[in-house]
């Protein structure tokens, strides 16, 4: 097969993903891998969707964890190429070997820990690096010491890269400031699958509101509680579904302290980590994210829309860009409990019509944020950097895609 040729149909399954073409273009995902949260998820779908777009994914994994044993895109290759710090740029030429003897023809990075090997692994091979901006990097921790350090090993790693793919326009703006701009930029939203969701009613009191994170401060979990109490004093009856494990022991000791001192605990469920988002979904009347900061496009947010579960947002970064208030959803201001126990207490009241914002949220991720057009974006910036002389599909480019 020419490679240089636009991918054709195949009566045969591809090796690995769903679609139907395959092609001997094959790029190297280097991902942290000990957890399995948004970006990870983002890694997860494009390795199952790009391969319907002439593209075959493989991972190598800098450390232990959750990614392995949770991703979907099984079939996929995954190594394990352990960095035993922050700065072991030793793991480089282990990578740079998988590149060869494998045929990989790009490398493609989603962190700062990731773009500092993965650039030298790529320099090493002889082959080019795009990198993928998820959070905006000084913003990303509540460790301003790490934040700065990761900025700078970041930057640090952005020399001679082919690419940068910020998820959404607040990162494109923020890249823009630190001096990235024109060709090397190419913003491509994140998406979600599309889920075939049986006829809902609207719910009834009382409410079940849902959250779903790697809980750590910068998540806002405090402020979800508070507005329960609040919204509990006022008379509104509701119940919080809390899904997700915790950063630290430590944080989650606080939050617990927290919940006892409002006496929050017959109202909250704490489920912990789930690999079955669908399950959990189903269980939420809306979905609340009361992040502070460090948000790019949250694919939790995607998940809720595409399961048809309103949503009520912080209205930081890149959320506002998902969420148009009163249509697919509703915007807070970030850290005030007030607003946010207005804001479901208006959902719950019936001043929002609910069934209105289940089809708007629907619509739109359908349209504008599924898994298909985020693996097209991608693929179409792999075609601009390996030189592919694929004809881009002008249906599904939006005109902020630019080069």
């Not at 605990?265 to 609340?288: H, S």
Request: hydrophobic residues 45%.
């Amino acid at each position: 097969m020419n490679l240089d040729e636009k991918p054709r149909a195949s009566s045969a399954a591809p090796d690995f993903g769903e679609g139907g073409r395959v092609s001997g273009r094959r790029v190297l995902h280097v991902v942290n891998g000990d957890l399995y949260s948004g970006a990870e998820r983002v890694q997860d779908l494009l390795a199952l969707g790009l391969a319907g777009f002439g593209y075959r994914v493989g991972f190598v994994c800098l450390k232990k964890g959750l990614f392995a044993s949770n991703r979907h895109a099984r079939k996929a290759p995954l190594h394990e190429v352990l960095m035993h710090s922050r700065f072991d740029i030793g793991c480089a030429k282990r990578i740079a070997s998988i590149v060869r003897r494998e045929g990989y023809a790009l490398v493609h990075t989603h962190t700062a820990r990731s773009a500092l090997v993965g650039r030298l692994a790529a320099s090493m091979a002889g082959v080019p690096m795009v990198h993928h901006v998820h959070s905006p990097t000084a913003r990303d921790t509540e460790n301003v010491l790490r934040n700065r350090m990761n900025a700078w090993l970041e930057r640090c790693s952005m020399a001679g890269v082919a690419c940068l793919m910020p998820v959404s326009s607040s990162l494109e703006h923020d890249l823009a400031k630190r001096g990235y701009v024109g060709e090397r930029v190419r913003m491509v939203a994140n998406g979600v699958p599309v889920v075939q969701l049986p006829a809902r009613a609207a719910p009834v009191p009382p409410w079940t509101i849902g959250t779903m994170a790697l809980y750590r401060p910068r998540k806002g979990l405090e402020v979800l509680l508070d507005a329960l109490a609040l919204l509990r004093d006022r008379g509104t009856s509701m119940r919080l579904l809390a899904v997700g494990p915790f950063d630290t022991e430590t944080y989650r000791a606080a939050i617990m302290t927290q919940c006892d001192a409002l006496a929050l605990n017959p109202l909250v469920e704490w489920t912990g980590f789930t690999d079955d988002v669908t399950a959990q979904f189903q269980r939420m009347d809306a979905f609340v994210l009361p992040s502070l900061y460090g948000e790019g496009m949250p694919m939790v947010v995607l998940e809720a829309m595409a399961h048809g579960t309103p949503v009520v947002a912080s209205a930081v970064e890149g959320v506002p860009e998902v969420i148009v208030h009163g249509r697919t959803g509703l915007l807070v201001p970030p850290g005030d409990a007030q607003a946010l126990a207005t804001a479901l207490q208006e959902l719950t009241g019936g001043r929002h019509d609910w069934a209105a914002m289940r089809g708007g949220a629907l619509q739109m991720q359908r349209e504008r944020f599924s898994d298909q057009s985020m693996a097209r974006g991608v693929a179409e910036v792999y075609d601009r950097v390996l030189g592919n002389r694929n004809e881009p599909n002008l249906a599904m480019t939006e005109t902020r895609y630019r080069w």
